[in-house]
């Protein structure tokens, strides 16, 4: 029996910190979360700036960064959500391999800590776990449950976007 490849993000093997993969695409658990539940979507292949993935790569890399954050809002309860992919060194990327950042925000209850530490192994396979148990509970219910956050979203009174 062979053993599967390990994952990589740039040159760290991060195989115990996946809890999703997709043909082209995997999501872990942040070493220095800025929030509970602060998750990477990363492309299985290495490179460096988004504009090298392919047709292929591109479409399921964005869907599961979709399907990551409709989940992680289910989860989390957050009331809003920031999507980042820092592309390239000056754009403050810290590792040279596509990815993206899905930081659930909150008006009260867990905010960013004073100071980001790095969690130890056992802390992020803990988490790993947690939301593998929990992916797996959300991916069997209907769209309408998934989505159930979204429903007491008030419509936006465009009458406070108009220039004066």
């Known amino acids: 029996m062979t053993k599967p490849a390990a994952l990589r993000f740039f040159k760290f093997d991060v195989s115990q910190q996946v809890f999703y993969q997709s043909e082209y695409s995997f999501c872990i658990v942040n070493l220095k979360p800025i929030t509970p539940h ?15 993935l392919n047709k ?3 479409i399921d890399f964005y869907d599961t960064i979709h399907t990551m954050y409709r989940f992680i809002r289910y989860l ?3 009331n809003g959500t920031n ?15 596509v990815h993206a950042h899905i930081i659930p925000r909150y008006e009260a209850g867990p905010d960013a800590p004073k100071e980001r530490r790095e969690r130890s192994m056992e802390e992020m396979i803990s988490e790993t776990e947690y939301l593998t148990t929990q992916l797996q509970k959300w991916l069997k219910r209907s769209d309408e449950e998934k989505d159930k956050q979204f429903v007491d979203i008030p419509d936006l009174d465009e009458s ?4 004066k």
Not at 83 to 97: K, N, R, W
């Open 38 to 52: 602060h998750v990477l979507v990363i492309p299985k292949r290495h490179i460096e700036f988004l504009y090298q």
């Open 56 to 58: 292929d790569e591109k």
């Open 76 to 78: 989390t309860g957050a």
């Open 83 to 97: 999507l980042a992919i820092q592309d390239g060194i000056i754009s403050g990327q810290s590792v040279p391999h």
């Open 160 to 163: 406070s976007t108009e220039a």
